[in-house]
């Protein structure tokens, strides 16, 4: 049996001839349904073979079966409908929500790899979802509401993964983490009880404000600086407001430089390049923003010993999210930009040398995007890029843009597609599409409506601290916002690094 799961089960379509099922959601209380009517299955005998066993799957209406489903065409290629081949299947297949994760306080002993790993890290989660909208992310989107792992169970989590996983590293986890209720509360704890200890704490910082440097001022008490990491995402105040990520420039510069002024000598800005909209000038002002960032920097240190390292990542659009229905952009396009911009960082020497650019060809993400977006027409192409030799083509070193652009060639005609029709396409409000029978709980028409208000550019704001906008998702799954505050502590409040005290991350348990 190949079960899918995470987020990929979204839209597990192109790869719907390569599984048997997939499972949508949080898995923790799923994983142990499935298992019982696999056990109860074979108690009985295996009655009915393979067949009926995923037919007792399907009918908990969680576990999509893609070969109990056919898909029929129009004409022109796009989706006419999706319908069960099978009287007791559902039409739609809901998501799974794990609601209290206090209870789910997992993975309590995790395997630790006898090889060097690039994160050498214990990760706990401390919340679950994000309803900030960033209308790029599909994991903000699937992942409603948010639930928060209380204080006290986070602090349970750390010391005993320290103590079962030998790792000295513990990193606080989640879609943004700075968001959670009580994470000053959180950090001063945890970093009072491991001060003296080597043991180190971080956070993927990710908000652009001055809270998250005091927040990361707290984790670094033990006198490691690694570099922070901000996401402004897009480079211009007008493309930032078509993806719903709300930063100023000024607020930008001014955290930045907070950073820098609190002994930081390194700071990395994250951007995607390839938004919808986007046009050359949007790019362009990535580099003023960087060599701003250096100038207020040089400025307020009264060194020049500072960097930034601006990452550009090739933008994908991904089911389930307000740019669904986006065209992506070509990759000669993205190419350019991409070259462009770093002449535009390098066009004052200066600061240009201060500045480190790290970027992904447009090619490979055309390709996330045939799979992102792809139907079950697209299996046909994996299939014959690996019957080609393809192997491994996460790995750049492996990947062969001529491959699959080869291999659709060979393979969709057939269907009356290409590879342009899944990747640069615009699609229309009433097209089906492939996950359209695949419920996150997210509502078309709220989707639809963030799509048009992006592209008036109007921003959305965070129901968290706002009034519900009616994504769509709290009725339809029958969850709600989980936030404290709790007022609950961490437990044990004694330092352990006192006394030359250490905290047990001795030995490998294995
Ligand atoms: S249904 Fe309302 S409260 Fe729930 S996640 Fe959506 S917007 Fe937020």
Known sequence: MIVAGGHAAFNPEPIADFIDAAVLGDGEEAVLEITAIV???????????????????????SVYVPRFYD?????????????????????????RTTMDLDAWPYPKKPLVPLAETVHERYAVEIFRGCTRGCRFCQAGMITRPVRERSITTVGQMVREGLEFSGFSEVGLLSLSSADHSEIGDMCSGLAQQYEGTNVSLSLPSTRVDAFNIDLAQELSRNGRRTGLTFAPEGGSERIRKVINKMVSKEDLIRTVVTA???????????????????????????????????KAGRAATGSKDIRCTVSIGGFVPKPHTPFQWAPMERPEVIDHRLKILKQAINSDRSLGRAIGYRYHDGEPSLIEGLLSRGDRRVGSVIRKVWENGGRFDGWSEHFSYQRWVDAAAETLPAFGVDLDWYTTRQRDELEVLP??????????????????????????????????F??????????????????????????LGGNGMKVPTAGHPA
């Not at 056990?39 to 209406?61: I, S, V």
């Not at 898909?71 to 559902?90: E, H, K, S, T």
């Not at 000598?265 to 923003?289: N, S």
């Not at 502590?489 to 004694?494: C, H, I, V």
Request: hydrophobic letters at 35%.
């Open 39 to 61: 056990r109860e299955w074979k108690a009985e005998g295996c009655p009915g073979g393979r067949d009926e066993l995923l037919l007792r799957l399907a009918r908990t209406e």
């Open 71 to 95: 898909v029929d065409y129009l004409p022109d290629g796009r989706i006419q409908r999706v319908v069960p081949n099978r009287a007791d299947v559902p039409f739609r297949v809901h998501k």
């Open 260 to 294: 820098y002024s609190n002994g930081w000598r390194q700071v990395k800005l994250y951007f995607m390049c390839g938004l919808p909209t986007e046009t050359d000038e949007d790019v362009l002002e990535i580099a003023d923003m960087a060599h701003e960032v250096i």
């Open 435 to 468: 996950w359209d029978h695949l419920d996150s709980g997210l509502d078309k028409d709220w989707l639809w409506q963030d799509w048009q208000d992006s592209l008036s550019e109007f921003e959305q704001d965070d129901c968290r601290w706002t009034p519900c």
């Open 470 to 495: 009616d994504c769509g998702v709290c009725p339809s799954m029958d969850t709600e916002i989980q936030i404290g505050p709790t007022g609950r502590k961490l437990l044990p409040l004694t330092p």
